[in-house]
């Protein structure tokens, strides 16, 4: 299958660019890659995805958001609020009680579950879930959390003064300055026609949002037919890619027969296979040679690290050839701030200048 390295959206401040997607919109289409439910994305499912998402637990799927605010606040509260949850981005700007911080939905929902004991704590908290619940594009992802108490006590106005909130400016604020760049600038891409073997690779990273297809659930059967696989290079005599995929095609029919026998065993209702999941323990006579679909979010700080362990000339071929499309999107997306990468030549790797 032809490999595809797509972004769907990017931050660069305040507000989703990139796409004609929302913030909403965007987390059912990266969620939606699990199961492989692209068709049932309407005008109106966004919303109705995300609170499924948000009534089962299943959050990560939340991930793929993020969220910049400019806060002024004084460094002993800014600390309050980092001991609630400390996987915040936060860089001090022009004087000494601003600050810009940054994060995914999920780390705002993990800070407003703490209830924290120190006031100004309580009454930053509030002050900022108040807001969001009243926009009508973050509201969806915290309206449920309003059955907690310490987030919707009415502190006297007095209480509020020294404390201000709002939503990242656009990009002036991020001009000429690499470091509020790289840590609160955010960018979410799909892979597609990629190896599980590659996928494997890729969610090793961390301080990044990760939503995979997944073969538990989704049906594999047909992967040989569909072309739903990867040759490796080093398969490229005729004989061998003839071997190989034959070997495919007898893996693929060999799913399809456990699925036929487990549907089997399930329709007996016996002890051990009455709440067994076909696709589930089908799945272990999948090779890693099957394609996996991939959604991967993270800060440009996270991806500079990301092409500059992958895009290295010793990084496995397939990753590496899907780092360097993608370091070429983000070289004319990001002017300035992937530019000390250099492809080589025969643009099969590429190097990071220090």
Known sequence: MERKVEILGYVKGNGLKGTNLNPIQLIELAGR?????????????AGKFTETVLRTGHESVIEHSWLSLLITVSPENLLAILLDNNLFQVSQ???QDNFLLSGNVRMFRDYFRKKNEIF???VIKSILFEMLIKNKIWAILFEDLTNLGHLVENYHSSSKTAFTIDFAPKEEIFKN??????????VCVRFRGCSRAFTHQLVRHRLTAVSQESQRYCDESGFFDDDYFVIPTTVCDRRLIGWYEEKLREIDRWYKELQKLLRNAKEQNTKETNKAKVNEDARFLLPNAVCSEIVISCSLEEWRHIFKMRCAIHAQWEIRGAMIDLLVQFQKLFPGLFDNFVIAEDGESATLLV
């Open 33 to 45: 890659t699990c199961y492989k439910s692209y068709k049932r994305i309407t005008d109106d499912s």
């Open 93 to 95: 700007l022009n004087g």
């Open 120 to 122: 100004k704590d309580r």
């Open 177 to 186: 300055n690499t470091d509020l760049q790289l840590k609160h600038w955010w």
